[in-house]
């Protein structure tokens, strides 16, 4: 008989399928989770977070013993600090000398274990987390050698690589490998969003929200308004919701923003997908069987998938090869203190207000929202990173940092210098008018510069190309930006920077 093995499973590695639940003998074997205070408090997460992550593990727990498996599960209320608090007690209660355990999905909880093995004498035993479809070392070989990397050759690869939509001579369906051209539409109120469903909540869930009301007074989220599903089968039915439902127009609407829809056609699964609900492979697959029995164009299948396969793995990669040292960059020297009401919504400008206050109640912004409306502010008014990066690690309910830092430190704020993105995504109120109809109930006016009613973004866009012409001057595709601010007098030039230095000294200041 083989030594006895204890597992720890974290909370973002709910899946059935892991790699270190495979193959154990639940006569010997023991699981050991916790819910602990050092992860619940790192930054003041939403309380939907909290709620979903708790509720998911102790669904989890239950589902695991209901297997035969023997689970050491310490709750929220028996006070652990830390991950390694509740290895010290597990120790306690039987002999331990080796702990498995997935990669996790942030550096800070591997060098937090790894402290703690070196401390008391036990080994963590480190498995590939096979649940991503590129491991870290693949990403890292892939990356080696190339003077530049780009989303678009891994994720041609890794269409190739897993067998998704490809025609019968291995080439891309379509013969395209790419739609991004058919996914701008902008929101025009012309078609009808689909109804979200109401989930049901049980009686755990409920004592979840209970204790994390009480324990978590001052963390944004209104747990009222919580609608999230926190076993597999659930996020699967949100899954096969949004086939049948949203994806169809998703493509379409991609880019798109609306005042009457924190989602609009957007699939709300990334959180299942996080913490280990849903599989990744299974849902780029159900998206192009979806294509396959013409239930959608190809171009909605091909985003949707884009996201997933591509861009969700290439973040990962982006991360785990620039760690540590990626959190501290700061390449376009931005320092200014992060606003106070990032945490309450209140500014007049509306789409930056209908973003925030989503974020702040429900944990939940689609993409653009997210890098053109809130990372462009912060990338504009030069928000300090750390803070700006924090914000977004706290508020949303899918935030943990191995995709969280590569969006906003790398796409939204530039602060890595172009690794994540060739050009800093960089945009006035035009393009926010264009996406969408927030500016109709806006007080500011998105084809102004200047002046009391003018859209803030357009002046702090051209005060941003301004402060930074230097550094873009060798970027080809920032050439034509810095002609066009070129091209204006010196006279139009102060008139917009004198405007931009008070509106930015106004909107930081109230
Ligand atoms: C500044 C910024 C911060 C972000 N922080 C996070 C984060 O903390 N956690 C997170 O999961 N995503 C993050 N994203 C990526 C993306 O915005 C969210 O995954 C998406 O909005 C989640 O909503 P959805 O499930 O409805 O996604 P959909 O729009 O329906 O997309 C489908 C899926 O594709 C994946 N995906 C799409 N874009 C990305 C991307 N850029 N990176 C990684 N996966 C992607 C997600 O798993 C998502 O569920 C961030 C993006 C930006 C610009
Ligand atoms: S006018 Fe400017 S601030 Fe107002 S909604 Fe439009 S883009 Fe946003």
Excluded at 286 to 295: C, I, Q, V, Y
Excluded at 329 to 334: G, W
Excluded at 394 to 422: I, Q, R
């Amino acid at each position: 008989m083989s030594d006895a093995k204890t597992v720890l499973i974290l909370g973002d590695q709910l899946s059935r399928n892991l790699a270190t639940l495979r193959d154990l003998n639940p006569a010997q074997d023991r699981v050991v989770m916790a819910e602990v205070a050092a992860e619940a408090s790192y930054v003041p997460h939403n309380r939907h977070k909290i709620a979903l992550i708790f509720s998911a593990m102790r669904h989890f727990r239950d589902a695991l013993r209901a297997d035969g498996l023997a689970v050491t599960y310490f709750e929220y209320s028996e006070g652990l600090a830390s991950l390694g608090e509740a290895l010290d007690l597990a120790r306690k209660r039987s002999s331990i000398t080796q702990v498995d355990c997935c990669e996790p999905g942030e550096y800070r909880v591997q060098e937090h274990l790894n402290a703690w093995a070196r401390q008391s004498a036990c080994t963590i035993n480190w498995v590939e987390d096979d649940r991503y479809l590129c491991s870290i070392n693949a990403f890292k070989a892939w990356a080696s050698g190339r003077k530049q990397l780009r989303m678009e050759h891994f994720y041609r690869q890794m269409r190739r690589q897993h067998g998704l939509l490809l025609d019968a001579s291995g080439g891309p369906e379509g013969d395209k490998w790419n739609y991004d051209q058919e996914n701008r539409a902008g929101w025009r109120g012309k078609d009808s969003i689909p109804q979200r469903p109401d989930i049901p909540q049980d009686a755990i869930t409920k004592a979840v929200f209970a204790e994390v009301e009480t324990a978590f007074p001052d963390n944004p989220g209104d747990l009222s308004q919580f609608n999230f599903a926190v076993t597999a089968g659930g996020a699967t039915a949100q899954l096969d919701f949004f086939i049948d439902h949203c994806l169809p127009l998703f493509g379409r609407y991609q880019d798109a923003m609306a005042e009457e829809s924190p989602w609009l056609y957007h699939s709300l699964i990334s959180m299942y997908l996080n913490i280990g609900l849903l599989d990744p492979l299974d849902i780029c697959q159900r998206a192009e069987k979806a294509w396959r029995e013409d239930k959608c164009e190809l171009s909605a299948a091909e985003g949707f998938i884009r996201q997933i396969l591509g861009w969700r793995e290439y973040v990962r990669g982006i991360y785990w090869m620039n760690m540590p040292g990626y959190d501290k960059l700061n390449e376009l020297a931005a320092h200014e203190p992060l606003p106070q009401w990032f945490w309450t919504a209140e500014t007049d400008m509306q789409c930056l207000h209908k973003a925030l206050q989503q974020s702040l109640d429900l944990g939940y912004a689609h993409h653009i929202q997210r890098l053109m409306v809130i990372g462009n502010f912060a990338l504009l008014a030069g928000l300090n990173v750390q803070e700006v990066c924090d914000w977004y690690l706290a508020v949303y309910v899918d935030a943990f940092e191995w995709v969280e830092l590569p969006n906003t430190l790398g796409m939204a704020l530039h602060a890595d210098g172009g690794l994540m993105a060739s050009k800093p995504y960089a945009a006035s109120g035009k393009y926010i008018k264009r996406q969408g109809d927030h500016c109709n109930s806006c007080r500011y006016k998105p084809d102004k510069v200047t002046g009391n009613d003018a859209c803030p973004y357009n002046s702090l866009y051209w005060r941003f190309i301004a402060r930074h012409q230097q550094q873009f001057e060798s970027n080809p595709r920032m050439r034509l930006t810095l002609t066009n601010w070129q091209r204006k007098s010196a006279d139009q030039q102060r008139a917009i920077l004198d405007w931009a230095d008070a509106s930015h000294q106004r909107l930081l200041r109230d």
